[in-house]
């Protein structure tokens, strides 16, 4: 039988992260997850992207209107980083500013999650792929009104050959191996996700077990 299927992995050396409208006003309209589980997978998809030094592109639709600032703590994350905040393009990809910024990172993957998944996920996915590009959307750091608009938003974008991941897939296919660090991405587990901490929890203590007496 000939290979039809390639394993493309995330690479955090030609990957770049996409925040687009992780705004205050646009975020009070999510309903496919709760306001705290939401907020919990944006930080911590903007934590790992922070943890694996991506270059991370913040971007915002018309703040002066109802969608509202970006929520701080995105801002505060990544101070450094291009912040295009879009006059009025509904979708990101017709922002000159925005697709410069995409390109002058180099990379070649393009991690993009935000607010509302059909439309400000879904343009500059469609708008991505058309240009080549390797998009992984983090389904979970994406909200909109239900689980329906969601669903018709993930197939139209897994149709055009965006892949679908959680943050913390993303996390774990970036890591690769647990050899390269285990204190520092268990600790970012453990800040997100409360049953990791116990897991973290029972491997400390087991490591403490293990060291032998008079070893601190």
């Known amino acids: 039988m000939s290979k039809s299927f390639t394993y493309r992995r995330l690479d955090k050396d030609d990957a770049a992260v996409l925040l687009v409208d992780h705004q205050s006003g646009l975020c009070n309209i999510v309903g496919d997850f709760s306001p705290d589980d939401f907020k919990n997978n944006v930080l911590a998809m903007a934590e790992a992207a922070k943890y694996f030094q991506l270059p991370t592109i913040l971007t915002t639709s018309f703040e002066q209107g109802p969608n ?34 995409v390109k002058a990172t180099g990379r070649k993957q393009l991690i993009i999650a935000g607010v509302v998944t059909e439309v400000c996920v879904a343009f500059p996915t469609l708008s991505a792929l058309e240009e080549g590009y390797e998009v992984f959307v983090i389904t979970d750091a994406s909200g909109t009104f239900n689980h329906t608009t969601r669903e018709s938003a ?10 679908m991941m959680t943050w913390f897939g993303m996390a774990c296919e970036l890591h690769r191996d647990w050899r390269n660090d285990i204190e ?26 293990q060291q032998p007496v008079g070893v601190s």
């Open 68 to 101: 509202g600032p970006l929520v701080p703590e995105l801002k505060e994350l990544f101070p450094d980083a291009p912040y295009i905040a879009r006059p009025g393009q509904i979708n990101a990809w017709d922002n000159e500013e925005f697709v410069e910024a």
């Open 184 to 209: 520092g991405l268990g600790t970012l587990f453990s800040n997100h996700l409360p049953s990791y901490r116990n897991l973290i929890t029972s491997y400390n203590a087991m490591q403490q077990q």
């Open 154 to 163: 993930w197939l139209r974008m897994q149709a055009a050959g965006a892949q």
